[in-house]
């Protein structure tokens, strides 16, 4: 095989899609908050006086990495590759911080909450920052920029 | 105490929804990005998988007066597309394509690739401490007209 779709992970995708939109809901229903990672992460750090309660932030942001490693070891080893040299992370790392800000929201807030909303606004940056995802990887591609 | 539970909860449960889906792989969401070359569209899966039950939980949320463990709903005003929204959209959307990275698997990774995530993480936290620290009236205001060329 190989090519075109051979390392697609639908099923998987689906199921932790469906984990993601029920954490999201659980914090919607239960807190009558937004599961926007980037706000509550800058909520979390106290960069943002804005948002939920700082606890609540914290526990959330804290209960990332503590779900990510209960599948580790329920499941086996999670894989990850970071092919990304170190200044690369750090360019992007400042860029989704400033822009996330900015824009009041990423993949989460406004992927998965907003658009779940119908929310016009979150629409339209999930739009906007899926076609800027597409160009930057082609742009790289074309440049012959690997990472 | 409650609330701090759920939210805990929820971070869990929405960290580990990370992990089963391959959306803390870097590699994989470039994939997905990669739409001219060998694309990958398990994050499109991830995102239905998620917009169907929180699309269920807006339904829910209209018939309710207030959320199960907390005093009041507290959602974003839903304000008019502004420069500010498209700018931090689309810068977002480039440093998510540098490195296949945004805030959630991020932050999840740091339990996972933590010497990797952790540059990412402190990057992302210094450009939001920046975002802070620029003067937010030029940037919030709506493009205007002026009479210099």
Known sequence: MGGLLADAMPIQGLIGGLMIGIAAAVLLLGLGRIAGVSGLAARATGITPDGAPRSVALAFVVGLPVGAALISLVLGPVVVRFEQGVSALILAGLLVGFGTRLGSGCTSGHGVCGMSRLSARSLVATATFMLAGFATVAAMNAAGIGL | ?149
């Open chain 2, 1 to 149: 105490m409650r609330q701090i539970a759920l939210g805990l909860l929820a971070g869990a449960v929405f960290g580990a929804g990370l992990a089963v889906s391959g959306m803390a792989d870097p590699q994989r969401v470039r994939a997905f990005l990669d739409l001219f070359g060998a694309w990958d569209p398990t994050l499109a899966f991830v995102m239905a998988g998620a917009i169907l039950p929180m699309a269920i939980a807006w339904r829910i949320q209209s018939r309710m007066d207030s959320p199960l463990a907390a005093a009041s709903f507290k959602l974003p005003p839903g304000r008019d597309l502004d420069p500010r929204l498209l700018g931090g959209a689309a810068l977002f959307g480039i440093g998510w394509g540098i490195a296949g990275l945004c805030p959630g698997p991020a932050i999840a990774n740091l339990a996972i690739a933590p010497a990797s995530a952790a540059i990412f993480v402190a990057a992302m936290l210094v450009g939001m401490i920046l975002h802070k620290l620029l003067p937010a009236a030029p940037a919030s205001q709506p493009f205007k007209e002026t009479g210099n060329v």
